[in-house]
């Protein structure tokens, strides 16, 4: 069945570090696939997606490209910041509905 | 634009109490649907509406009712609520399918 893995968090890094969280997945076909963004005692909000292999979403900063022969969605930022502080989820579409499978969620702590 | 309204924001319930969720979102919307967060677990999908008239079980719709007779409105009630419901409960909505979903502030349910 679809399913979606990311790394394990917390992760802490320092302000202007440069970022990577992992995430794979399993599907049938090609779905789409997102990263969403929760920041402390907030909903989860859309950062970025990509559609189809080898598009590349960007938002604030943030990419991540769609990788299909490595069924992978890594986010990255260059330079992070305090304010990027929040639980970042990696997800993907499946069905007919297009209902989302999430992952468990990677927590980002930045330090001044 | 108020996006998506979710009431209450905290719960306390005793076990076997009933109670009802609400959620509206003022996009016109036609898919909406209801997760449940949980430390470790990410989010995972109770039940989900692609139209007034129209929902569906999720991965976990053991213990939760919806129905849609607006478009605007999508409540989940607890029939008999269980300990084991204990979570923070989400409302999302999107335009068509669930790609890019609009997420409310949450509930914050304890079940004593």
């Known amino acids: 069945g679809n399913s979606v893995t990311q790394m394990e968090g917390p992760v802490t890094l320092s302000e202007e570090a440069f970022l990577t969280i992992n995430c794979t997945y399993t599907?049938?076909?090609?779905?789409?696939l997102f990263w969403y963004v929760q920041y402390p005692g907030e909903g989860l909000q859309l950062l970025l997606k990509?559609?189809?292999?080898?598009d590349k979403g960007s938002n604030k900063g943030f990419e991540a490209t769609y990788r299909k022969e490595t069924t992978s969605f890594h986010l990255e930022k260059g330079s992070v910041q305090v304010s990027d502080s929040a639980v970042y989820f990696c997800?993907?579409?499946?069905?007919?509905?297009?209902?989302?499978?999430f992952g468990k969620g990677t927590k980002l702590s930045v330090k001044p | 634009n108020a996006g998506v309204t979710q009431t209450p924001k905290f719960q306390v319930l005793k076990t076997g109490q009933s109670m009802t969720l609400q959620c509206a979102q003022d996009m016109n919307h036609e898919y909406m649907s209801w997760y449940r967060q949980d430390p470790g677990m990410g989010l995972r999908l109770i039940h989900y509406s692609v139209g007034a008239g129209i929902t569906d079980q999720g991965e976990v719709p053991n213990g939760y009712n919806v129905s849609r007779s607006t478009t605007e409105d999508f409540p989940l009630r607890l029939l008999s609520a269980a300990p084991s419901q204990t979570s923070v409960y989400f409302c999302?909505?999107?335009?068509?399918?669930?790609?890019?979903?609009?997420f409310g502030e949450g509930s914050r349910l304890t079940v004593l």
């Open positions: 599907a049938t076909g090609y779905p789409s």
């Open positions: 990509a559609t189809k292999a080898d």
């Open positions: 997800a993907l579409e499946r069905g007919s509905q297009g209902n989302l499978i």
């Open positions: 999302a909505s999107s335009y068509r399918t669930a790609g890019e979903l609009f």
